[in-house]
């Protein structure tokens, strides 16, 4: 069953990922990339790797589809004729929900059938996980660590030019300004209606 279940989501995958970089329609792309990453942390999943396959629902479903749908949202996009449309989308976001639903429903009824002598011991993925990366890969993890932040500090530095349009306050030129300095009262005859 678990044998079945791995090269059925195996295939679902490469032909989501293949759907993906084909189809011309962004949308459908999207909902593609979203099969394509179900499947992937359903693999995982069968794997017993349990915190990388909920890492990459909770990522990248959760995080760079978000941003994907944000860049086709600010495309130049006619909304009157993509709501017309609406009803094309249908069938494909039908049979990526599907796909999805057999996905979580094999990977559940295939969950119980897990011998326990294929687990290695008691303790759990992320708690090994953890011993392992925080033990025997403490200084790549720290090397890794440190490249990020130099590369989030760089991209900080890039975006943080001058602006030469800017208009600052110097406030302690504010605070020495006068009340002659800044008002003028100009007397001036009034004007009669006559």
Do not use: C
């Not at 359903?42 to 978000?66: N, R, T």
């Not at 004729?81 to 057999?102: D, M, S």
Request: hydrophobic fraction near 60%.
């Amino acid at each position: 069953m678990i044998t079945f279940t791995f090269y059925l989501f195996a295939i679902i995958l490469i032909g989501a990922a293949f759907s993906v970089i084909t189809v011309k329609n962004p949308v459908h792309a999207a909902l593609f990339l979203v099969l394509a990453f179900f499947s992937s942390a359903a693999i995982w999943l069968l794997l017993q790797a349990e915190f990388l396959a909920i890492a990459l629902v909770l990522v990248y479903v959760g995080a760079v589809m978000v941003l994907f749908l944000f860049v086709v949202m600010m495309l130049d996009i006619n909304f009157s004729k993509l709501r017309e449309g609406f009803v094309n989308y249908l069938p494909v976001a039908i049979i990526v929900g599907a796909l999805i639903l057999v996905e979580m429903i094999l990977v559940v009824g295939a969950w119980p059938h897990v011998s326990s002598s294929e687990v290695a011991t008691n303790i759990p993925n992320t708690v090994a996980l953890g011993k392992v990366l925080y033990t025997n890969y403490v200084y790549p993890f720290e090397i890794a660590a440190a490249i990020l932040l130099v590369a989030m500090i760089a991209a900080i530095a890039l975006t943080m030019r001058p602006h030469t349009r800017a208009k600052y306050q110097k406030p302690e030129e504010q605070v020495k300004v006068r009340r002659e300095d800044r008002i003028r009262i100009v007397k001036m005859p009034a004007e009669s209606k006559d």
